[in-house]
């Protein structure tokens, strides 16, 4: 599905990703931890193509297809989408016709689709009247996201922190929907589903099973294993003791 | 003149005619049917469907002024001075005659102009919708409007202002003065839909009796050559006065407007809020001043601009003043251009970034209008929409 060969990155001239490298096959579904300011975010927005994240060198293969040098527009058409932490306010786009839009649907009716979809995600009639993330709660930002997403149906998903400043009750919903997403409902052989999932505390593992986890420092990935392990480990230790372990067994090896 | 007040090089007078061709009521099918869709741009439909009642006019021509429902009231302001005597003591009395050369001549060379007037307690459950229309080349149409709601009324009307297709140059003075008695609501959505050489001076004034409330939309999204307005707005004891106005300049169109309210009975309320697109080489003045000179007053202006090119202008100037220790007024006054951050998020979301920029545009002038009807405001809004839609 994805793989990002030897990755340089540059935001406003400044190195944020070194030598990056990262394969993500269908079906597999990833986390990504890492302190503040490794360049978890940076990555995201890398692969979506955002204008401001400059590749400075290596590759990025997607559905083999090296995207380097498309629009994000035109990567999302291929097939991905992502899950925002703070999307912005967009005054006078009411979230159901977004909701639309993440379709393909430029209708400014709300469409039938869209009001079960919504249904799905808690939301009510009304709240899809609202300008997309206009004084939206820390969980309603959560759901709408994953709701754009879940309209937009990619094959491949990127999750910034979905998990983050979520109380219990929205995150088993949420929890569930990322689980859909990510087909982690149906058997593994016949996922095609991929995703790469940032967080902060793998809360998002205890609602659905991963197969990969990765930490990241300083703009590298510097470890990665069975999530099981890896979390155990950052949970126990921090990152970076996750790290020099994870390099010592590769040493070893 | 004080800061803030524009200083008017506006267009000469002179330059225009004021011989206008006749245009006969048995032509009115004829002519409803040629410019059926230029009228229903502005809000006019011929067929007047769901309205209360219909005023038309084309050029010094009044060609229609029906009243559908009972207690409402539509003629020309000629016919209505005519008919009561009254009337004397509302003429000029919200609008001064010698307020500059523009209200100076419509006085002396008034060419009709609608009179509506809902009778006491008369609600209208449809607008009254009325249109102004220029047909004639180098034409200048100098009307003087009356509208008034009598105790305990509600008047809602769809006005609209517009040319013919086939117009280049025109000019458009036109005097309004509303009166909005004791208890009564007026809602005025007004849609402009200019050309490229049309010069325009509208002359507003209002004045709000107590409980009063008055609610005035403006739209203006098509060029224009050159267009000034300042309406004001008096507000008695506890009245409540909103002015929103939606622009979108293009080309080389020049447009000084803003709003003026006057918070001089106590426990009055003012909102005045304007969204200002500049593209192209537009250069848009936006205005907005609020005085509170009574007892427990508020107001509070929003001035937001968008600017679309390096070579547009956008001027905003938002004036407050208090002459008595508890009025309470506040601005906000922003210019800027469409942020990055938006239209990345739009992008991630299918969007070129094209479409992006024309969402964001068409969202930030997708105000919502408070206080109308619900019909009434879902037609503006499609209305809005439908000509940010063809901005692309």
């Known amino acids: 599905m994805l793989e990002i060969r030897e990755l340089n990155l540059e935001v406003d001239g400044r190195p944020v990703l070194k030598n990056l490298n990262l394969t993500i096959e269908e079906g597999e579904s990833h986390v990504l931890l890492g302190p503040n300011g490794s360049g978890k975010t940076s990555l995201l927005l890398g692969i979506l193509g955002f204008p401001k994240y400059q590749v400075t060198g290596g590759s990025i293969i997607f559905k083999g297809k090296d995207i380097i040098g498309l629009s994000t527009a035109d990567r999302v058409k291929l097939g991905m989408g992502i899950a925002f932490q703070h999307p912005p306010v967009i005054r006078g786009i009411r979230l159901g016709e977004m909701v639309n839009l993440c379709r393909g649907d430029k209708s400014q009716q709300i469409s039938k689709q869209t009001r079960i979809l919504a249904k799905k995600l808690h939301f009510s009639d009304e709240f899809l009247e609202r300008d997309v993330n206009a004084g939206f709660s820390g969980g309603e930002i959560k759901r709408s996201e994953i709701m754009q997403l879940m309209a937009q149906n990619p094959d491949f998903v990127m999750l910034d922190e979905p998990d983050s400043g979520v109380d219990i009750e929205n995150m088993e919903l949420i929890g569930n929907m990322i689980g859909e997403l990510l087909h982690r409902k149906i058997q593994p052989s016949k996922r095609t589903a991929s995703g790469l999932i940032i967080t902060h505390l793998a809360t998002i593992t205890d609602y659905i099973e991963v197969d990969w986890a990765h930490v990241m420092l300083d703009g590298v990935i510097a470890c990665s294993g069975s999530p099981d392990r890896i979390i155990s480990e950052v949970m126990k230790g921090g990152y970076e003791k996750c790290v020099r372990e994870c390099q010592m067994t590769m040493d070893r090896k | 003149m004080r800061k803030g007040m524009p200083d008017d090089n506006g267009p000469e007078i002179e330059k225009y005619t004021l011989k206008a061709e006749k245009h006969d009521t048995k032509d009115l099918p004829e002519i409803e049917d040629k410019y ?41 302001t000629t016919d209505a001075i005519e008919k009561y005597s009254w009337l004397s003591d509302y003429w000029w009395h919200a609008v001064a005659p010698e307020k500059d050369v523009y209200t100076q001549q419509v006085d002396r060379k008034q060419t009709h102009g609608y009179f509506l007037r809902t009778l006491p307690g008369v609600k209208t459950t449809y607008p009254l919708q009325s249109c102004l229309f220029t047909e004639q080349e180098g034409l200048s149409q100098n009307v003087h409007n ?129 969204r200002t697109v500049a593209q192209d080489s537009a250069d848009v003045t936006a205005r907005g001043i609020l005085t509170g000179s009574a007892a427990n007053v508020k107001g509070h202006l929003e001035c937001i601009g968008l600017m679309l090119s390096d070579t547009a202008r956008i001027y905003s100037v938002p004036e407050l003043e208090a002459t008595v220790k508890d009025a309470e007024l506040s601005h906000e006054a922003a210019v800027g251009r469409i942020s990055e951050e938006e239209i990345a998020y739009l992008t991630a979301r299918g969007l070129s970034e094209e479409e ?18 619900a019909s009434l405001g879902e037609q503006v809004r499609q209305m809005i929409r439908m000509s940010a839609e063809a901005l692309e």
């Open chain 2, 36 to 76: 059926n869709q230029a009228f229903l741009n502005v809000g006019y439909d011929p067929k007047g469907a769901e309205r209360s009642g219909s005023f038309l006019q084309v050029d010094h021509s009044v060609l229609c002024s029906k009243v559908v429902q009972e207690g409402v009231e539509i003629m020309s």
């Open chain 2, 146 to 274: 009356i509208v008034i709601a009598e105790e305990g009324s509600e008047l809602h009307i769809i006005t609209g202002c517009s040319v013919a297709e086939k117009v280049k140059s025109a000019l458009h003075l036109g005097v309004s003065e509303f009166y909005v008695k004791k208890n009564a609501k007026i809602t005025f959505t007004m849609i402009h839909n200019w050309a490229p050489e049309v010069e325009v001076r509208p002359r507003s004034g209002t004045i709000i009796e107590e409980n009063g409330v008055f609610i005035s939309n403006y739209v203006c999204l098509d060029q224009v050559k050159d267009l000034q307005m300042y309406p004001v707005t008096y507000c008695g004891k506890n009245a409540r006065a909103t002015s929103q106005s939606i622009i979108y300049a293009s080309k080389d169109s020049k447009i000084d407007i803003g709003s003026k309210m006057v918070l001089q009975g106590e426990n009055s309320r003012a909102q005045i809020i304007s």
């Open chain 2, 356 to 373: 992006a920029a024309g969402a964001i545009v068409r969202g930030f002038l997708n105000v919502d209008i408070k206080g109308l009807p």
